[in-house]
T-cell receptor, first 108, second 118 residues
């Protein structure tokens, strides 16, 4: 089965850098996803890692260590609009299994 | 990116009635669609995997007779909440996986349907 763990809440200030960690224990690993979700809206895709290492995409980067069952999402130059929930998800077969999400609050 | 629509975006119904939610992939074909449910301040919980032309696969604890799923074409899946009760009030989100996605399982999410059962 899947067991995905991430912090419930985080706070940061504009312009700062924040790292959101995610640990997972899965019976079959097919990739690790990060999604952003604003309140009342559907999740939007941020990143996908299947190999170890860092994937950089603009202000957002995602890291994966398969041996440690660990990933993180790094957000740089934080903006107020980055206030949202960030969901770590593992691919199980063809479905995505989501963690409980980390609510990030960015203040000025 | 690919677009997935849901209809209706919100619905209010009386307890005991049935509600149908449609999920459409607008510019791609989806052999597989997924239905999720999200309660306030909680994450998305996978309810079922919907495969075109075959029966849906339900997750443990999800009643297949209560949540009827029909995936009649490569662009449409429907979720019917039968005999809805207040505890079924939730945010229902579908997602679709593109046919040619291969091993890369990027899913495209619909905007969600907020169901309120009185």
């Amino acid at each position: 089965g899947q067991n995905i763990d991430q912090p419930t809440e985080m706070t940061a200030t504009e312009g700062a850098i924040v790292q959101i960690n995610c640990t997972y224990q899965t019976s079959g690993f097919n990739g690790l996803f990060w999604y952003q979700q604003h309140a009342g809206e559907a999740p939007t895709f941020l990143s996908y890692n299947v190999l170890d290492g860092l994937e950089e995409k603009g202000r957002f980067s995602s890291f994966l260590s398969r041996s440690k069952g660990y990933s993180y999402l790094l957000l740089k130059e934080l903006q107020m609009k980055d206030s949202a929930s960030y969901l770590c998800a593992d691919q199980a077969g063809t479905a995505l299994i989501f963690g409980k999400g980390t609510t990030l609050s960015v203040s000025s | 990116g690919a677009v997935v629509s849901q209809h209706p975006s919100w619905v209010i119904c009386k307890s005991g009635t049935s509600v149908k939610i449609e999920c459409r992939s607008l510019d791609f074909q989806a052999t597989t669609m997924f239905w999720y449910r999200q309660f306030p301040k909680q994450s998305l919980m996978l309810m079922a995997t919907s495969n075109e032309g075959s029966k849906a696969t339900y997750e443990q604890g999800v009643e297949k007779d209560k949540f009827l799923i029909n995936h009649a074409s490569l662009t449409l899946s429907t979720l019917t909440v039968t005999s809805a009760h207040p505890e079924d009030s939730s945010f229902y989100i579908c997602s679709a996986r593109e046919v040619l996605a291969g091993d890369y399982n990027e899913q495209f999410f619909g905007p969600g349907t907020r169901l309120t059962v009185l």
